[in-house]
């Protein structure tokens, strides 16, 4: 989806971020992609339009984004912590074997409702279903 600089702005302004070339990239490529990246994935990326970027800093701003909660990560597993750039209600697909992560919309997974008796004043604010397999392309190569 793609997204426009002024929203970008809005949004960083929202949350009291300053609007840097770099930041706007980085989240810009991010809420452009479903792929759901890993930082590194984001360094090759925008580090085509901004070769001075450093990994650091794609590290750094990924952690400034997602404590503004612009973003949030995904994790599969032990594997390196994945990115997301959209916030809207939706769960994910997770292949056990190539890692992918695909997006799914399902109306009656938003209206699960929220398990009662939890420990002590524990609030939940949010919650996200991963069902977890085999792709079709992992599927067909193991057949
Ligand atoms: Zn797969
Ligand atoms: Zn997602």
Do not use: W
Not at 4 to 22: A, V, Y
Not at 27 to 52: C, F, G, W
Not at 77 to 102: F, K, M, T
């Amino acid at each position: 989806m793609n997204i426009s600089l002024e929203t970008i702005r809005q949004r960083f302004k929202d949350q009291g971020l300053k609007s840097t070339p770099q930041r706007t990239a980085i989240y810009k490529a991010l809420v452009e992609t479903t792929s759901h990246p890993t930082a590194e994935d984001l360094y090759r990326h925008v580090s085509q339009d901004y070769p001075m970027i450093s990994q650091n800093t794609v590290y750094y701003t990924l952690g400034v984004l997602q404590q503004a909660r612009l973003i949030r990560e995904v994790n599969v597993g032990h594997e390196r912590a994945r990115y997301d750039g959209n916030l809207s209600p939706h769960h994910h697909l997770i292949c056990h074997d190539c890692q992918s992560i695909v997006d799914v919309m399902d109306k009656k997974l938003n209206e699960i409702s929220f398990p009662t008796g939890l420990p002590t004043g524990f609030e939940i604010t949010d919650y996200q279903v991963e069902f977890r397999g085999y792709c079709k392309r992992c599927r067909t190569q193991k057949a």
